[in-house]
């Protein structure tokens, strides 16, 4: 799957790889950070959520814009510093006051400008690499391969969110309790009823540090949200160590890539080879990739959930611990080390010696062997927190991606390979699957409205979002990457860092979107949620398949 490959695109991915670490460990514990620090409600915080990614996926239409014109690295580069300068002014800690939000706001609203400088343009820097025809035909297995790299940080990022908030909360003498941020505000504002007094009190008692389990009710609260909005802060500055390990590899091996670094308009000026298209076949085109973008709004609305509303069901609905084999999914090595082993295993078949395959069997093997040692070490219950479960869906991606890689090659192989639109149609069937398992898994619990800053009296193991998790990913598989490529392929040469731009904002839009479940989430049943994801998403199926004809005949030209 590696071979054949341009060595620019090993550069390219793992830029992103390091870029990606820092987004995903900042998004994990975001929308917990909004709420615990200002104890902002689900539907507020779904909104100031929402508008962040919709900014950070519309930007890339201004970068895309903005690099035609002057070129794509340089964008690129450009990206990467503002982006530095809002993860920096995100870890800056700050009281929950007028000047902590203007702050907070100040450094999203950055993110989201160097996002759209750097996003878009590094991947069509990829897809430029592909224009050479002795590369050409490996497109779509070569996004399959970045987008699997942009999941390698995204896997690690929960964990590394989660270890160092742990860490500083340790320091504090206090331990995560996925319900005290509710209650402590409650507290604070003077509304908490004697029920949640008492599950409040019943909590702090919990803490390691004597003194401070001994604290009155209001300066516990205090105490524990401001160390905990804090140890979120620590987190965040991840962000900015990941950038500057990004640059570095940016720079470091820029000569691999820096031919594809042209935009139409210098290759003209060069005299290179320009493909020309007619004013129909631009048209054409144009008006393809259109119905595509309208397609896809919908599924990155059901598909950003992860951050907000399943990050929720994962906090007041599902079980604080796992247990038997559910446990492996929740240590991040055990996850990487099986990551590895799905290559290895696959070069057992595709190495072209018996060194080389007998080298990838006992790899595959010793990976295994650690995996298991890892696990029979594990606690029985191991006690979760909510934002581990992000983790899954870049696991899955990384370990789905080969084998994903290795159907499409087989089918393409007969002539019988679907093309990147039928894929994206069928990736939107896959995704109401997904949501029909969390209403399976909502039906006869209490709705949102009635826990009252409290936790389900019966919650659902693990395994319903686990495997939510893993139907979404194969939805992804058929729809990102594929999207992606089928971008760079079809988008007219003059237009490629716009119509790249567009296809982030067809996701800005789904993002924003995504919050109608966080403004619903007190006013209708749980599974109500869930249902009308997973209609949406069968509508916008639907919708593709009708439109079919016409893409196929506008991309052929």
């Known amino acids: 799957m590696f071979k054949g490959q341009p060595k620019g695109l090993f550069a390219l991915a793992l830029a992103n790889t390091g870029e990606r670490f820092g987004y995903y460990t900042m998004l994990a514990i975001f929308m917990l950070f909004l709420q615990a620090k200002f104890g902002w409600s689900q539907a507020l915080s779904s909104q100031v959520y929402s508008i962040f990614l919709a900014l950070v996926y519309f930007m890339p239409v201004v970068g895309g814009i903005l690099a035609d014109k002057i070129g794509y690295g340089k964008c690129v580069v450009t990206g990467i510093c503002v982006m530095f300068a809002g993860y920096l002014a995100l870890a800056i800690p700050t009281g929950a006051n007028a000047l ?3 702050l907070m706001l100040g450094a ?6 160097g996002t759209g400088l750097f996003k878009g343009n590094l991947q069509v820097l990829v897809g430029n690499l592909y224009d050479d025809p002795k590369y050409s035909a490996k497109r779509d297995s070569a996004f399959s391969l970045f987008y699997m790299a942009i999941n390698i940080g995204a896997m690690f990022a929960p964990s590394a969110a989660t270890a160092i908030t742990n860490s500083f909360l340790g320091k504090a003498g206090l331990i995560y309790k996925a319900a005290i941020p509710q209650l402590a505000h409650q507290t604070l504002e003077g509304v908490i009823t004697p029920e949640n007094a008492s599950r409040l009190a019943e909590l702090q008692a919990q803490m390691p540090d004597a003194a401070i389990a001994g604290m009155a009710p209001a300066d516990f609260s205090s105490y524990y949200i401001e160390h905990l909005a804090s140890a979120y802060n620590m987190g965040f500055a991840v962000a900015c160590i990941s950038l500057i390990v990004s640059i570095a590899i940016y720079f470091a091996c820029k000569n691999w890539f820096k031919h594809a670094d042209v935009t139409a308009k210098q290759a003209a000026k060069g005299n290179a080879p320009v493909v020309e298209l007619t004013p129909k076949q631009t048209k054409d085109r144009i008006t393809a990739l259109i119905m595509v973008f309208a397609v896809v709004i919908f599924f990155w609305m059901a598909f950003h959930q992860n951050g907000q509303s399943l990050t929720w069901f994962a906090r007041d609905y599902t079980l604080p611990f796992a247990t038997g084999a559910t446990r492996m999914g929740f240590n991040i090595w055990i996850l990487a080390l099986l990551a590895v082993s799905i290559y290895t295993l696959f070069g057992i078949f595709q190495s072209e010696s018996s060194k080389g395959r007998i080298t990838c069997g006992v790899v ?3 990976l295994w062997g ?15 927190e909510p934002q581990l479960f992000q983790q899954f869906n870049p696991f899955y991606v990384v370990f789905l991606t080969p084998i994903s890689m290795a159907i499409f090659s087989a089918l393409a192989n007969k002539g019988k390979e679907p093309s990147a639109p039928v894929k994206i149609g069928l990736g939107m069937f896959v995704a109401a699957l997904g949501y029909l398992i969390m209403v399976m898994g909502s039906l006869g619990q209490p709705s949102p409205a009635s826990l009252q800053g409290t936790v389900s009296p019966d919650p659902v193991v693990p395994m319903y979002l686990i495997t939510t998790y893993l139907v979404l990913t194969f939805a992804e598989l058929l729809l990102s990457p594929m999207g992606i490529s089928f971008v760079t392929k079809v988008a007219p040469p003059k237009y490629k860092g716009l119509m790249m731009g567009l296809w982030f904002a067809s996701t800005a839009i789904g993002n924003y979107l995504s919050s ?37 005949e506008a991309t052929a030209s």
């Open 516 to 552: 109608i479940p966080g403004l619903l989430w007190n006013n209708v049943p749980l599974w109500a949620n869930w249902a009308i994801l997973m209609a949406l998403c069968v509508i916008a199926g639907a919708i593709m398949f009708a439109m079919m004809k016409k893409i196929n």
């Open 108 to 113: 999203l609203l950055l993110i989201s400008v």
């Open 364 to 366: 595959t093997a010793a």
């Open 100 to 102: 902590g939000i203007t």
């Open 370 to 384: 650690c995996a298991y040692w890892l696990f029979i070490g594990m606690p029985d219950p191991l006690n979760i």
